[in-house]
């Protein structure tokens, strides 16, 4: 039979003090908080595997996630394994996908189309023109800096725009 486990308070939780040995505050379904030597304390959550091996999920420190929040994981974990989805096979797939989705920016993008546009330009262009693409549209090129629009306000170039316009609308007398 299962043991019978009272469920932790916030006041056990912060009132846990480091003692010479790593040891565990449980707060059942498998919810526990490890206290190390050191005073961390960290959520973990145990289970088993569908090939049942056992295997653990650590959530994060205490003050960082709560016993709420650690509550809440629990819950959403085992909704996990109830649709038959391993909960470390999904934070790892979660993982790779945010990684992947990271790796497609415009400046990857743009490398991987530059890449298939050398062979077809000269060696002149082939040279500039990934640097003329991506500055012209994303950045302000100062000699041998270069640094994002929107950085900093020049009035330098809202004074050449304005005037510019005014050259437009101009009528000549």
Known sequence: ????????????????????KAYRLFDGGGLYLEVAPSGSRIWRFRFRQMNGKENTLTYGPYPEISLREAREKRLETRRLM???????????????LAAEQAA???????????????????????????????????????????IPKGMFHDRHDDHEET???????????
């Open 1 to 20: 039979m299962a043991k019978i486990i009272v469920p932790l308070t916030e006041m056990r939780v912060r009132n846990a003090k480091p003692q010479p």
């Open 104 to 146: 497609n920016t415009f400046e990857k993008i743009a490398r991987e189309w530059y890449a298939n546009k050398v062979p077809m330009w000269s060696e002149r262009t082939s040279k500039n023109m990934i640097q003329r693409r991506a500055c012209k549209n994303f950045c302000v090129n100062r000699g041998h800096e270069i």
């Open 163 to 173: 005037s510019q316009k005014e050259r437009a609308v101009s009528i000549p007398s």
């Open 82 to 96: 109830l649709q038959g989805v391993d909960p470390a096979m999904h934070r790892e797939d979660a993982k790779r």
